[in-house]
């Protein structure tokens, strides 16, 4: 073996290539998540300012009715959001997997929202859900004079609209998933379910979805970490209204204060509230899925 | 025991084919099939609905659009609203239309694909082959970042870009791009190498090869899908991005997505929805196109960002 | 004896390939028929359409005599057994077996009897209470036939059940196939490409190869007097020494190269005169001599032997002809020996050329 002074040197070229990893990680991800969490314990207004605060951002945070409205709200959004993702997808995984003629077409046609930006998503439901011209319109012009369909303007059910739209475009990407998780099934435990003489709705219900365990949870995971995220929807669909507040969601909160109401602390305390909430979902997942295993 | 000779009585000519033979009839409008088929069908007509009605309204002159309808065809095909999107719709700034975002936007991202591709592959194929003391839990690392917020990352990087001169530049945002794609590019490069046969890269390195040589000859030529794969995952997810478009650039930098939105939804005055439309469609077009070129390639992407840790 | 399963004129095709052609089986009651052959040639497919999980393109199935060809699985009075066990993964062995007979809504004592005896049967009692996950290949693939078992059917069907173990556990499970089949005297069809587990499990073997049955007899029959060439190079291992050449004399002279072998003796049909035949002889059915012995032999030369422990076999060149003869371990000659090789004709098997058919 050779010497202790050459150890370093070992792979030299492996470790200088994934020096811009290593840097990354360390610098942005870790570096700037704790430096923002810091900084959510000061006063910093324009610039950021180290003079300790202690707990006065979080205390103005949470006793400002635009973040307790966008809390509810994406509370709201998510869990609707994930319920009905989760069924229709998987409904839709459950009828691809009969063995239909097209399924290319099909899946093509159900997996295309999911690459269009969020912004042309947004405008487009817009456009639909315009109560001037869209569909409002379009069945009042049928006959049903009364009939109303404007869920943007209307406080108590714009998050519905988005949902419309969020669901539109989030599913197909589900089906997929859901799709393959059936597909790596053994078959044959479809035939030993069909030789016991199980009828195929109730293999799915009591054999194929705990099978799917993994499946599921991977897939909640995902949409969890990404329902956080949502900003670019409701700016395009509805900037947060109507009446400036009734769609707002954290992440708007948080831009809204960093960039715009010059108030950084907030603005730091709202993102760090929103770590927190993804911390919450991904550290149970992470003891389940690795619990007891040693890392490097 | 010798082989079995039939009694005459069992024979089987004696007992004639009685009952059913065969295939079993299948009905090809059965009850199981019309609700197949017949949810399958509503379902896309939710799905394509958007889509047409984009497309509808963009080719209709105003007056037409006002008559109502949206799901109507034009009575009148006009590409008017296609080339005042393209070159003079007003974003409250200038009136240039998309075609400033647009370039904007490709400026934006072949360098960021490019940077972030190159990086992540060079990276997984580090990882995976010539592991180190910590190669792990940096992985781990990078891997649940890709979970956090980019929201609470926001403002550091505001400040590491203004340090570096690039706060408000293209190649700041390009900066932005790659770090970001980093953890799920990696990941799927890491993946992808590791089913390569560890026997191949045993045999080079008995050859003589060293870490580039390795890359470069063996592991580059075998990995075209994968490379394919994370073009479309980065070019989707660049080109679709609005928040980083938003934070990191100037007003005549924005990308395409962020000049759409103000576009649509900034502009005071008569909304002409036609012209939004054709906006949006254009701004759409290039994942699009993408999309229904490589197919199979994209869901393999999805898959492969989708299957984390 | 009835015949517990008949398949008159069965035909497969996917498409435009023809995967079974016009198959006529005969499956007597308690007889434990084995399905042989190389990977693609129908084997498993025959036994799926047996089972109803696979339709059939012409052709009809029958079961104790009711004619099941439209038939749901679980109709047919069949149990089934898989390569990978198919057990229900989320549930105990207790669970796995009684599933179906629960989903039948059949009355608990019932239940609760027939997976007693079943799991009595097969001695997994103390798993019960264990989920597949915890349980051993071998385990597994008892509880795989306890699931079969609590049906109370009279016919299993076997998927290569053990082509998921390890050498050792598959000769362990192939005596307690056997013992099951004693014991229960159910009608067992089995599908291997495995010669040992078909000659030895075997009342018949049926000897398949592309979607045609090939030979259907005991195993004794189909070592000792192969119907065709197939059959004959299929089975044994090592596999038959071929020799090329052709008959004369009426038929009692087989000419090999410059050699003369009487045919006298030999157990078969007509032989009469060939311009193409292939005398076929097993390595066990030839002796090795240092002068020329009585009875017919051809000349050759040792190459290389092979020590397997119990005997030898010796690899040997009779002009441009491979031989192998299987000899006891100090029967052992060194390279380049000339010697005798005697031929038993009356173990032989003597095949038209262009027929492929044993005379």
Not at chain 2, 143 to 153: A, D, E, L, T, V
């Amino acid at each position: 073996m050779s010497g202790k002074p050459t150890r370093l040197l070992r792979n030299l070229n492996a470790k200088i290539a994934a020096i811009p990893m290593i840097l990354t990680t360390l610098v942005v991800f870790v570096g700037g998540t704790i430096w923002t969490v810091v900084y959510s314990f000061t006063d910093s207004k324009l610039l950021p300012r180290l003079r300790w605060a202690g707990l006065d951002q979080y205390e103005r945070l949470w006793g400002t009715s635009r973040w307790l409205v966008s809390i509810e709200n994406l509370l709201f959004y998510g869990v609707m959001s994930l319920i009905f993702t989760i069924c229709m997808g998987f409904l839709l995984a459950v009828l691809m997997d009969q063995k239909v003629r097209h399924e290319d077409t099909f899946r093509t046609i159900m997996l295309y929202p999911f690459a269009l930006s969020f912004i042309v998503t947004g405008l487009v439901w817009q456009w639909i859900l315009n109560p001037q011209f869209g569909i409002q319109q379009i069945v009042r012009d049928w006959g049903w004079t009364s009939f109303t369909f404007d869920p943007l303007n209307n406080p108590d059910t714009v998050l519905y609209g988005l949902l419309i739209a969020g669901l539109w475009q989030g599913t197909g990407f589900v089906m997929c998933l859901m799709l393959a998780g059936l597909r790596g099934i053994d078959e044959d435990i479809w035939k030993a379910a069909r030789v016991d003489g199980i009828p195929t709705w109730k293999t799915y219900v009591v054999i194929i979805i705990p099978m799917m365990r993994a499946v599921f949870v991977t897939t909640l995971v995902i949409i969890a970490s990404g329902i956080i995220r949502l900003y670019d929807l409701v700016v395009a669909m509805t900037s947060g209204g109507p009446g400036g507040n009734a769609s707002q969601v954290p992440a708007m909160y948080v831009y809204d204060y960093m960039f715009q109401a010059q108030n950084l602390g907030q603005g730091f305390a709202a993102s760090t509230m929103m770590l927190l909430s993804v911390l919450i979902v991904l550290i149970p997942w992470a003891y389940l899925e690795f619990g007891g295993k040693k890392h490097g | 025991m010798a082989d079995v000779t039939f009694a005459p009585s069992e024979s089987p000519s004696a007992k004639a084919m009685a009952g059913p033979r065969g295939a079993r009839p299948k009905r090809a409008l059965s009850g199981r099939n019309i609700m197949l088929y017949g949810t399958l069908i509503v379902v896309c007509l939710y799905y394509l609905l958007p889509l047409w009605v984009m497309v509808m309204t963009s080719l209709k002159g105003m007056p037409e659009v006002r008559l109502g309808n949206i799901f109507a065809p034009p009575m009148e095909i006009t590409f008017e609203p296609w080339v005042k999107a393209w070159s003079t719709a007003c974003t409250g700034l200038n009136c240039d239309g998309l075609s400033r975002g647009f370039w904007n936007s490709v400026i934006i991202t072949v360098p960021s694909v490019i940077l972030s591709i190159a990086i992540a592959s060079v990276n997984g194929y580090a990882l995976i082959n010539w592991r180190f003391k910590g190669s792990d839990i940096f992985f781990t690392i990078l891997i649940f970042g890709s979970f956090i917020p980019y929201q609470i990352m926001l403002y550091p990087i505001v400040i590491l870009l203004r340090e570096m001169g690039l706060y408000g530049t293209l190649w700041g945002l390009v900066l932005v791009h790659s770090v970001f794609g980093m953890p799920i590019l990696t990941l799927l490069f890491r993946n992808y190498f590791s089913s390569i046969p560890e026997e191949l890269f045993k045999a080079a390195r008995v050859d003589g090869a060293g870490f580039w040589g390795i890359y470069f000859r063996i592991m580059l030529p075998m990995s075209l899908p994968i490379f394919v794969v994370a073009l479309i995952l980065q070019v989707t997810g660049i080109w679709n991005d609005f928040l980083f478009g938003v934070v990191y650039t100037k007003p005549e930098l924005y990308p395409m997505t962020v000049q759409l939105n103000n576009i649509v939804n900034s502009v005071q005055g008569v909304k002409e929805y036609n012209v939004n439309m054709a906006a949006t469609l254009l701004t759409g077009l290039v994942p699009l196109i993408i999309y229904f070129v490589s197919g199979k390639l994209f869901v393999r992407g999805i898959a492969a960002g989708a299957v984390k840790g | 004896m009835t015949n517990s399963i008949e398949v008159k004129d069965l035909t497969l095709n996917f498409g435009s390939v023809s995967v079974l052609k016009n198959m006529n089986l005969d499956v007597q009651e308690g007889e434990f028929v084995v399905l042989l052959g190389p990977s693609g040639c129908g084997k498993s497919t025959l036994l799926n359409c047996l089972a109803g999980l696979l339709d059939i393109t012409d052709g009809q199935i029958w079961i104790k005599g009711r004619n099941v060809t439209w038939s749901e699985p679980s109709e047919r009075g069949i149990g089934m057994v898989f390569q990978s066990y198919a057990l229900y993964p989320q549930m105990t062995v207790r669970g796995n077996l009684s599933f179906g007979l629960k989903n039948a809504r059949m009355p608990k004592n019932e239940i609760d009897k027939r997976v007693a005896r079943a799991s009595e049967i097969l001695q997994i009692q103390p798993l019960l209470d264990r989920k597949p996950g915890a349980l051993s290949g071998g385990q597994r693939q008892r509880v795989a036939i306890g699931r079969a078992l609590v049906r109370d059917v009279d016919v299993f069907l076997f998927d290569e059940p053990l082509s998921n173990l390890d050498a050792k556990l598959r000769s362990e499970l192939r005596v307690e196939i056997k013992r099951l089949h004693s014991r229960l005297k159910n009608t067992m069809v089995y599908v291997t490409h495995d010669q040992i587990e078909a000659l030895t499990l075997a009342d018949r073997i049926a000897v398949m190869k592309g979607g045609v049955i090939q030979q259907l007899s005991d195993p004794q029959t189909i070592y000792n007097k192969p119907s065709n060439l197939f059959v004959a190079g299929f089975i044994g291992s090592p596999s038959m020494n071929f020799l090329s050449g052709r008959t004369v004399d009426g038929g009692k002279t087989f000419v090999f190269g410059d050699h003369r072998i009487s045919l006298h003796g030999y157990d078969g049909g007509a032989v009469l005169e060939r311009d193409q035949a292939i005398l076929g002889v097993r390595p066990e059915h030839l002796t090795v001599s240092a002068t020329e012995p009585a009875g017919p032999s051809i000349p050759a030369v040792v190459e290389i032997d092979e020590h397997l422990g119990a005997d030898s076999l010796l690899w040997l060149k009779a002009g441009t002809k491979d031989m192998c003869v299987r000899v006891a371990v100090e029967g052992r000659l060194p390279s380049g020996t000339n010697v005798h090789l005697g031929l038993d004709i009356a173990k032989a098997s003597l095949f038209d050329t262009k027929t492929e058919q044993r005379v």
